[in-house]
Nanobody
């Protein structure tokens, strides 16, 4: 079993920054891809950014130039640095990971962390 634990959410003023983290734990054989999604109240969950191990990151157009995803492979942790936040970034942010546990590859989600951008 794999657990993804997010942290770093909170309340921030427009123009501010936050850094989210997601730590994967469990009997992990390999991590293939990690991503951040977000879901605003009353809306669908959308992908924000994702990165493959050793690969290039991709970003939703709405966050390009403001958000950066990076990871610490040795600690199975991925971070989301969010700068120049705007109220439209308010959402619950979820970590997602494509992981092989023993010989089984699966898709896992964290519990979500709330980000609120408001003055």
């Amino acid at each position: 079993q794999v657990q993804l634990v997010e942290s770093g959410g909170g309340l921030v003023q427009p123009g501010g920054s936050l850094r989210l983290s997601c730590a994967a734990s469990g009997n992990i054989l390999a991590i293939h891809f990690m991503a951040w999604y977000r879901q605003a109240l009353g809306k669908e969950r959308d992908v924000v950014t994702g990165i493959s191990i050793g690969g290039r990151a991709r970003y939703a157009d709405s966050v390009k130039g403001r958000f950066t995803i990076f990871g610490n492979n040795t600690k199975n942790t991925v971070f989301l640095q969010m700068n120049s936040l705007v109220p439209e970034d308010t959402a619950v942010y979820y970590c997602n990971a494509d992981v092989t546990v023993q010989s089984i590859r699966g898709d896992y989600w964290g519990q979500g962390t709330q980000v609120t951008v408001s003055s």
